[in-house]
């Protein structure tokens, strides 16, 4: 399998011709630690917003500031090959920030993708889609699925009594 990760300017540049060609390029970004079925439906489902998905996946340092001296559990490189293996997945690139908003400015894709669980006007690069000509959409989210609480099944059935205790 070939991975999908290429750096920010080679992901620029195939945006860049994607949308010459007419192609409709759908963005979102994320952790993606332990991959799960909520993220696959998520991903599965920004995907049908447009013809191709660019994925910006934060990196190690990057998910250690947001999620904790602890997280992520799979190291970037990993969680970009599993990214890869995803057929709704058409590229990916890492970001250092905490937000993707210096990538999204870079890539401005023609749709921008959160969970249902972010209010449009806080998604970072919103405004910059949208001054661009692009949207920004939320889809659902399945119930009950995340790399915390996966986590914290792992710690109570092997270390009982132990929680993760962030997010």
């Not at 399998?1 to 010459?20: D, H, P, T």
């Not at 192609?23 to 917003?49: K, T």
Request: proline share 4%; glycine share 8%; aromatic share 4%.
């Amino acid at each position: 399998m070939k991975s999908k990760l290429i750096g920010q300017e080679e992901a620029a540049e195939q945006v860049r011709r994607w949308k010459e060609e007419g192609v409709r390029v759908v963005f979102s970004n994320g952790c993606f630690d332990i991959l799960h079925a909520g993220h696959v439906r998520y991903l599965r489902a920004a995907r049908e917003l447009g013809d191709v998905l660019v994925i910006g996946l934060n990196s190690d340092a990057s998910v250690r500031r947001i999620k904790g001296p602890l997280r992520p559990v799979c190291a970037e490189r990993d969680r970009a090959e599993v990214l890869s293996g995803l057929e709704a997945v058409d590229a990916i690139t890492l970001f250092d920030e905490e937000t993707p908003e210096l990538l999204i400015d870079m890539l401005l894709p023609d749709i921008l993708v959160k969970g249902a669980d972010w209010r449009i006007e806080n998604i970072a690069g919103a405004k910059a889609v949208i001054d661009a000509g692009g949207s920004v959409m939320t889809v659902p989210l399945l119930e009950e699925r995340s790399t915390s609480g996966i986590i914290d099944v792992v710690l109570q059935r092997y270390c009982p009594g132990a929680k993760l205790g962030n997010d």
